[in-house]
């Protein structure tokens, strides 16, 4: 059939598949509306196979099949467009849908360039509906239902439905592309630096450094880190291995690390609430200070009771050397906790 339409210069039907799996096609397997088509090209293939370039005309309604031998002819009626009656919202549909294919072509890197220029010199309504279905990327199914429709309003409002899917979708595969690209880029600039600064520390003489981190790490396989505090810890040391020793941020970064490493993550004294145990060491230890030591008391008191309490903190207040530190020491030896300084002079939050 193809061949001899395309040696006399004859238009044909194309009729799709109800199932494409099928490989020798009856008449029930076909579908009953179909393509008027112009062969513009044929090419044989090197496998013996034949492929066309086709230009559809007209669209047409199979009404009974007359012959099968040599090839399928049929009697068929052509199907018309029905116009639509409100023209300003169809223009308006139209308009969305030169835009809509416009956006997915943008984001289809297999689609080229060429087509948008195609799309925005069509004029003609019915044929830019045609053209753009035709074109889609969606199943046969999907378009042979567009093909079926008469009316050209109800047929752009379905392309519309269609199309804005199909952007969703290409939209959605331009964002997993980029981000997949950008991090293989981020991946191998990073490789590319590590591997320069390792050059430049080699050159340097970086390697007590690198003998340093790599205790610091081993000794924190070793603590009972919290979730937080291991992130911190990991960051911290990546960073280290970023900068060199002479870095004045360096040192700055490092010290806080061995601070966070010399302090007994997941270790605790049992506390002893012995109040005369306490009260004796307090009149040992200071003269005088009834009232001090009796809220000192009082205070354990409740602790020994509650079991936690996180308020009030006790706060003594006073110039040098009238016994604040020695009591807190005091307290400590009392209820059998190690003794910590720690000053907060100087510091802008001391919260």
């Not at 044909?12 to 062969?39: M, R, S």
């Not at 997941?266 to 200071?286: I, M, R």
């Amino acid at each position: 059939a193809v061949n001899d339409a395309y040696k006399t210069n004859k238009l044909i039907g194309v009729l799709a598949q109800k199932d494409a799996n099928v490989e020798d096609p009856q008449v029930h397997d076909l579908c009953a509306v179909g393509t008027v088509a112009k062969i513009v090209k044929l090419i044989k293939m090197p496998d013996g196979g034949t492929t066309i370039i086709i230009q559809g005309k007209k669209r047409f309604q199979v009404h009974e099949i007359v012959s099968e031998d040599p090839y399928f002819k049929a009697k068929v009626s052509l199907l018309t467009e029905e116009a639509p009656t409100n023209e300003e919202d169809f223009a308006a549909i139209v308009s969305s849908i030169k835009d809509l294919a416009s956006k997915i072509i943008q984001l289809s890197p297999n689609i080229p360039t060429e087509a948008s220029i195609i799309l925005r010199n069509i004029e003609q309504p019915s044929f830019l509906i045609n053209f753009v279905s035709s074109n889609l990327n969606s199943d046969l199914a999907e378009k042979q239902s567009l093909l079926e429709i008469n009316d050209l309003h109800k047929r752009s409002e379905r392309l519309i439905h269609i199309l804005q899917r199909e952007l969703q979708f290409a939209e959605l595969k331009d964002k997993v592309t980029s981000k997949t690209r950008t991090e293989i880029d981020k991946q191998q600039r990073e490789y590319f630096l590590q591997q320069q600064l390792k050059s430049i520390k080699e050159e340097l003489g970086g390697d007590s450094n690198e003998r340093e981190l790599a205790q610091m790490k081993k000794k924190a396989e070793t603590k009972k880190w919290t979730d937080a505090a291991k992130k911190l810890d990991q960051s911290g040391i990546e960073k280290l291995e970023r900068m060199h020793p002479s870095t004045p941020d360096y040192s700055v970064v490092y010290n806080h690390l061995d601070l966070m490493l010399d302090l007994p993550w997941g270790e605790f004294t049992e506390d002893n609430y012995n109040l005369n145990n306490a009260k004796k060491v307090l009149d040992s230890d200071h003269y005088g200070m009834q009232k001090i030591k009796n809220r000192i008391i009082e205070y354990l008191a409740v602790l020994k009771l509650k079991g936690d309490m996180k308020s009030p903190i006790l706060c003594f207040v006073g110039p040098p050397g009238i016994g604040k530190t020695s009591l807190g020491k005091s307290i400590a030896h009392a209820i059998g906790r190690k003794y910590v300084r720690v000053s907060l002079g100087g510091l802008h939050d001391e919260s």
